[in-house]
């Protein structure tokens, strides 16, 4: 999740570590400092790092989640997609009686998040094909990630660093959605209903409204909403968000998050401290994101089968991929051929210039 609001600070920390004031709206964070605590990456390591086949080995994870030096692939959307509503799950408020907007507007803005994070996820499909060659072998030029990856839009082509920043950016969306949304939380029970206290759902994850797998509209419960968001993030909402639940209404985007168990403690907005909001929020966003890398396994089985799904998610999850995932392609073997021959050729040749000075 991310902060809009403080799109200056994320790309002034990358790209001259200046320091400017921290701003007053937030999503899950993804920088340390200015109130967020690296949330993105540490969800998706409670996640995803964990013992076998399946899972994220410790670089590559880094990769994925983040490592406090970079943003990783899941911190992605907080550089190039801060005004997409739709990378976020923003911007689909409704309130019954009398409100300002439509369940059908609300209902569409869901639709729309979704939509745009089944594209994302397809995408991390489509491009793990470019991890093998024809035969089913890994190619070592897609699967080297010494120097880290950059963005695709920054001219990154290897197969795994697109495939992971895809993924990247779809769990970066599901992560979103419980912090931005009303599906895991509550309200205030010691306050009226109303914009600035909408009701909460109080549903476990994974949610069915983030099928990725799916084609069909996604079924959206009436109550659901998630936060107006505008520049000026706060409660009551201004400009386009008045009269509106906003963002800085029901955002729980920040707070201490421990990257092993996913714990979540010291809630940092009003409505993550509301009961048990911020760690419903954690939790929702650590169990949609192992369920979306589940989806992501069957995903690539169903569209190039057991044997070469296998190894691809090995490649995907594995920093030495060519030595634990069943061999390298016939460029590999080829090389090691020759390389084989040469030394055996200069065995030869010393030997023969022994026997002919013997």
């Known amino acids: 999740m991310r902060r ?5 600070v994320l790309v002034c920390l990358l790209a001259a570590t200046a320091l400017v004031s921290p701003a007053p709206v937030a999503g899950f964070g993804t920088i340390e400092g200015g109130g967020q605590h690296r949330e993105h990456e540490h969800i998706t390591r409670a996640a995803l790092a964990c013992p076998g086949r399946d ?12 490592d406090g030096r970079g943003f990783g692939a899941v911190g992605s959307p907080d550089l190039t997609e801060v005004n997409v509503p739709a990378a976020h799950c923003d911007d689909a408020d409704f309130l019954a009686g009398g409100y300002p907007r439509t369940r059908g507007q609300a209902t ?8 745009h994070l ?3 996820f397809r995408a991390a499909v489509r491009d793990a094909a470019g991890l093998l060659d024809e035969y089913g072998r890994i190619l070592p030029e897609e699967v080297f990630l010494d120097g880290g990856c950059m963005l695709a839009e920054q001219g990154e082509r290897r197969a795994k660093c697109t495939a992971l920043e895809e993924f990247g950016r779809a769990l970066h969306g599901v992560q979103d959605f419980y912090a931005h949304s009303s599906w895991a939380d509550e309200a205030d029970p010691a306050r009226p209903i109303g914009p600035d206290n909408p009701p909460g759902l109080n549903l ?3 949610s069915p409204v983030l099928d990725l797998r799916g084609t069909g509209a996604p079924g959206v419960p009436p ?34 998050i421990d990257a092993a168990t996913g714990e979540a403690t010291e809630a940092g907005t009003p409505r993550g401290r509301v009961g048990t909001n911020f760690a419903k929020a954690v939790t929702g966003a650590v169990v949609e994101s192992r369920h979306q890398w589940r989806e992501l396994r069957d995903a690539l089985r169903d569209e190039y089968g057991e044997r070469r799904a ?4 090995c490649a995907l999850t594995h920093d030495d991929p060519l030595s634990d995932c069943g061999g390298a392609s016939d460029r590999t073997m080829i090389a ?22 013997g």
């Open 118 to 120: 089944r594209g994302r």
């Open 55 to 66: 899972c994220f080995e410790p670089g590559t994870l880094g990769r994925l989640a983040g």
């Open 223 to 256: 109550d659901l909403a998630t936060g107006c968001f505008v520049l000026h993030d706060a409660v009551p909402g201004v400009g386009v968000c008045e009269r509106r639940i906003t963002h800085a209404a029901l955002n729980k985007d920040n707070g201490l």
């Open 336 to 357: 090691s051929f020759v390389m084989f021959a040469l030394f055996l050729a200069v065995i030869g040749l010393s030997s023969w210039r022994r026997r002919q000075v």
């Open 4 to 8: 809009r609001a403080g799109a200056v």
């Open 108 to 115: 569409a803005a869901v639709t729309a998040c979704v939509e």
């Open 204 to 206: 476990p994850a994974p």
């Open 310 to 313: 296998s190894v691809m998610v």
